[in-house]
């Protein structure tokens, strides 16, 4: 019996029954010969952690552009925060902590330079729209390892595509919009955690906003501290999920008002203010002057991403692949290469 297996067959005896077990997975696009260490999902998260792509998450923008101060988030941070969140959630849960973090760490990958204004100037110049799940999926579908992909199993896949939210509901009445697994479910409560708490942080870190601009009743019943508010959230769901044991994950009624009513402050008091937004007008122009000029010019794409592609053959698609994988510093370095005057020197 290999390692694998004996894995396997450890999780049986100890995951909860309504947990996703590697035994049982759905497979993979292209089949492939078993590891004898590792469970499939075990190598979907070895192999998200060994991409480009995820490398390139360091540079990217979570809230605030650009940021000098060295404690700010970034993508990377974001996404390592939702990982441990939605693990603990999962531990908890007697889930499959295994696919839990391999969604978690893949669920950003297709995220643009400058963040979600980033994503809405691509959908607005993109012939065929644009959002991050979506090209979270085709970047490890199709433009991961120079056009391969990485193979994932169709539960980190599902996982990565319905972890998406925005405004909507928190928790998805129809169960179209649910991830097919508990595990998939739990990263996306986990996203929206993290994302509520270190944004909220980074702008009070920001002077953004102050304590006092909180909504009272969210100090009130999450708490006044990020590490209160996470633990708050967390406890309520574990305590609900494991009350209900059902397929959908539950929380009580009180603690998801008080998280849709900080979201809603975010996004008033942070997300569209004029301090951070007006930032990202003037990126909406940089990707957008960006697209145009390599449209007719493809030989600038020659340094950065998966999608590099030869003159002859340019797409408007592969144009957005290419800008979509840029981090923000390469953005601007390329639009400053292509777009501003050169120093001229006198020898």
């Not at 006092?212 to 996470?230: F, H, N, T, Y």
Request: glycine share 6%; proline share 4%.
């Amino acid at each position: 019996m290999t390692i694998r297996e004996l894995i396997e067959q450890k999780e049986k005896k100890i995951l909860s029954p309504l947990a996703t077990f590697s035994s049982k997975s759905l497979g993979r696009p292209s089949p492939e010969e078993e590891c004898p260490l590792r469970t499939v999902f075990q190598r979907d998260r070895d192999r998200i952690i060994h991409s480009k792509a995820f490398r390139r998450l360091k540079h990217k923008t979570q809230v605030f552009l650009s940021p000098t101060g060295d404690h700010y988030r970034t993508r990377l941070t974001h996404t390592l925060e939702v990982s441990q969140i939605a693990r603990t959630i999962a531990r908890a849960l007697g889930l499959n902590e295994d696919l839990t973090e391999a969604i978690a760490l893949a669920h950003d990958l297709g995220h643009t330079p400058f963040g979600h204004a980033g994503e809405e100037v691509l959908n607005q110049i993109s012939p065929n729209g644009f959002s991050h799940t979506d090209q979270s999926l085709r970047v490890v579908d199709v433009l991961e390892k120079d056009g391969l992909g990485l193979n994932l199993t169709h539960e980190v896949r599902d996982g990565i595509l319905k972890h998406s939210k925005g405004k909507g509901e928190i928790i998805p009445d129809d169960p179209e919009e649910r991830a097919i697994t508990l595990e998939g479910q739990v990263v996306r409560i986990g996203d929206i955690i993290a994302y509520i708490c270190h944004d909220l942080d980074d702008a009070l870190r920001g002077s953004i906003i102050s304590g006092a601009d909180i909504p009272p009743i969210c100090a009130k019943v999450l708490g006044d501290r990020s590490s209160q508010r996470i633990n708050t959230m967390v406890q309520d769901v574990v305590h609900h999920s494991r009350e209900n044991r059902s397929q959908s994950l539950v929380m009580g009624e009180e603690i998801l008002e008080a998280m849709v009513k900080l979201r809603d402050f975010l996004y008033a008091r942070v997300y569209d203010i004029g301090r951070v937004h007006g930032d990202f007008i003037k990126a909406r122009k940089v990707i957008r002057e960006l697209y145009e000029i390599l449209l007719i010019q493809p030989g600038q794409m020659t340094t950065q991403g998966d999608a590099v592609t030869g003159e002859q053959d340019i797409t408007p698609e592969k144009v957005i692949d290419f800008i979509a994988g840029m981090t923000d510093r390469y953005a601007l370095s390329l639009y400053e290469k292509i777009f501003l005057p050169k120093p001229w020197a006198v020898l």
